[in-house]
C-alpha cells in the first residue's frame, strides 16, 4: 500500500525533542540524539565528496564512532549547530552548522539540513543529511587529504 501525506501538523513534544538533541550535541555531548536513534539506524551525507566510510552509516553504534572520527579529524572545536524547523511524529527536519577551526587555522562551516524519519516506536530510523555547501566540503576535504 502507497501512503501519501495529506497534511502536516507540527508536533511540538517531536520537535522539542530533537532540538534537546541538537543542544546537546552543541556541548559535545552526543548521548541525547543517539538515544533518540533506533539501533539499526541509516544516516546517508550526500550529495558530497566525503570519504566512502561516511556516505552511508549503519547502525547507531556505527554513527557514534563516525561522531567520534569527526572529532578526530577537526579536533575538540567540532560542533553542530543544529535547529529543529519542522517535526510531526512521522519526519523531522533540521538547519545544521557545521564548524570547526582546522588545524591549518583555517574555520570550517557549512550548512546542511537533516530530515529524519521515525519508526513505529518513535525512534529515529533514517537519517539523511544534505549538505547545502558542498564547495566547502570538496574544498575541505581536497585541503586535508583523503587519507581520512
Known sequence: MI??????????????????GWDA???????????????????ENG???????????????????????????????????GHCV???????ISVVRDEADLPSGERYESDVVAVMRFDDDSRIDRLWFV???VENVASLFASIGSST
Open 3 to 20: 501512503a501519501v501525506m495529506t497534511t502536516m501538523t507540527f508536533d511540538h513534544a517531536f520537535a522539542a525533542a530533537i532540538q534537546r
Open 25 to 43: 550535541l552543541a556541548t559535545g555531548d552526543p548521548g541525547p540524539a543517539l538515544a533518540m536513534m533506533s539501533d539499526d539506524i541509516v544516516m
Open 47 to 81: 550529495p558530497v565528496p566525503l570519504p566512502q566510510p561516511w556516505l552511508r552509516v549503519e547502525g547507531r553504534d556505527a554513527i557514534a564512532s563516525t561522531l567520534q572520527s569527526f572529532g578526530a579529524m577537526f579536533g575538540p572545536t567540532f560542533r553542530q549547530h
Open 86 to 92: 519542522y517535526a510531526d511524529g512521522r519526519i523531522a
Open 131 to 133: 549538505e547545502v555547501d
